[in-house]
């Protein structure tokens, strides 16, 4: 199986701030790459997929970048919505698909 | 707006099967190739994705859950089923259905999850 390790597992910002989270393969996985954003008690939600390609409806205020091994989830202007956990999900190697562990994402 | 459901017993008792139905809505699966993943959610394991079927019935399980899972699809009532046999409390989750979207970037086909249901709190105690 393909192991993704997200870091950190948790961060706190403030609104209007800029940050970024890494995740990172096993092994290459090229651009397969998804991002997702939960919310407490809510099912996940596609934010970006192919490691850059915001989904439709979601804010630009959300970047994605990498290849291969190593790719970023950068979040700009923080608004008070976006606090909430962050999963990476590889689809390179399957089956099975993958999930990291999550970031949360904390009002300071 | 496509919309998914999950439905289900919440309450197991080890050593039991699992059962749960997804049903989709807002889209018709037989009106071509639907691929319907399970994923379920513990503190535990965080998520993990147990498999996916498509809508003529080809499965695809995660070899650790392989022995003990069965996905099905009733193309006439726009449902996939799951069934974990032997559950114990390891089990214990909220379970999740998602359309697996296939799209073309740059030459390649990639996948994601683009629909969710709300999801489906199991959990196994005697």
């Known amino acids: 199986d393909i192991q993704m390790t997200q870091s950190p597992s948790s961060l706190s910002a403030s609104v209007g701030a800029r940050v970024a989270i890494t995740c990172r393969a096993s092994?290459?996985?090229?651009?397969?790459l998804n991002w997702y954003q939960q919310r407490p008690g809510k099912a996940p939600k596609l934010l970006i997929y192919?490691?850059?390609i915001l989904q439709s409806g979601v804010p630009s205020r959300f970047t994605g970048s990498g290849s291969g091994t190593d790719f970023t989830l950068t979040i700009s202007n923080l608004q008070p919505e976006d606090f909430a956990t962050y999963y990476c999900?590889?689809?390179?190697?399957?089956?099975?698909?993958?999930f990291g562990q999550g970031t949360r994402l904390e009002i300071k | 707006q496509v919309q998914l459901q999950e439905s289900g017993p919440g309450l197991v008792k080890p050593s039991q099967t699992l059962s749960l139905t997804c049903t989709v809505s807002?889209?018709?699966?037989?009106?071509?190739?639907?691929?319907l993943s399970w994923i379920r959610q513990s503190a535990g394991e965080g998520l993990k994705w147990i498999g996916r079927?498509?809508?003529?019935?080809?499965?695809n399980y995660n070899p650790s859950l392989e022995s003990r899972v069965t996905m099905s699809v009733d193309t006439s009532k726009n449902q996939f089923s799951l069934r974990l046999s032997s559950v114990t409390a390891a089990d214990t989750a909220v379970y999740y259905c998602?359309?697996?979207?296939?799209?073309?970037?740059?030459?390649?086909?990639?996948?994601?999850?683009?629909?969710w249901g709300q999801g489906s709190l199991v959990t196994v105690s005697s």
């Open positions: 998602a359309s697996e979207h296939y799209v073309m970037v740059r030459g390649l086909i990639v996948s994601n999850f683009d629909f």
């Open positions: 807002g889209d018709s699966i037989s009106g071509g190739s639907y691929f």
């Open positions: 079927i498509d809508s003529s019935g080809i499965t």
């Open positions: 092994q290459s996985i090229s651009n397969y």
């Open positions: 192919a490691a850059s």
């Open positions: 999900q590889q689809s390179y190697s399957t089956p099975p698909i993958t």
